[in-house]
Nanobody, 125 residues
């Protein structure tokens, strides 16, 4: 059983920055991926970014590439999402998720077994 708790959301002006954190506890799969998804009102949940248990290659959605950075601390207990140059269209509830490495694309929500409750990010002037 894996528990994920997000923090760091809030209100920021366009062009600003926020850093989200997700603390992982419990017993994740040895080889797992940690990712971020987001869901805006009346829209489907969409992939944002992901990294692996060994802080391997990060993968980003095209909409955030060059603006967002995903990273994991050395202890492996916390994954961060640094969000720069934020835009109003980045407004959403951001969810942290964890799942085993498998043949399912890490861009798909089906690859993730455990989810946090989400943290609200609002980009507005």
């Amino acid at each position: 059983q894996v528990q994920l708790v997000e923090s760091g959301g809030g209100l920021v002006q366009p062009g600003g920055s926020l850093r989200l954190s997700c603390r992982l506890s419990g017993r994740p799969f040895r080889r797992h991926t940690l990712g971020w998804f987001r869901q805006a009102p009346e829209k489907e949940r969409e992939f944002v970014a992901t990294t692996t248990w060994d802080n391997g290659t990060a993968i980003y959605a095209d909409s955030v590439k060059g603006r967002f950075t995903i990273s994991r601390d050395d202890a492996g207990n916390t994954v961060h999402l640094q969000m720069n140059s934020l835009k109003p269209e980045d407004t959403a509830v951001y969810y942290c998720a964890s799942g085993p490495i498998s043949t399912i694309s890490v861009r798909s929500s089906r690859a993730y077994f455990s989810w946090g409750r989400g943290t609200q990010v609002t980009v507005s002037s």
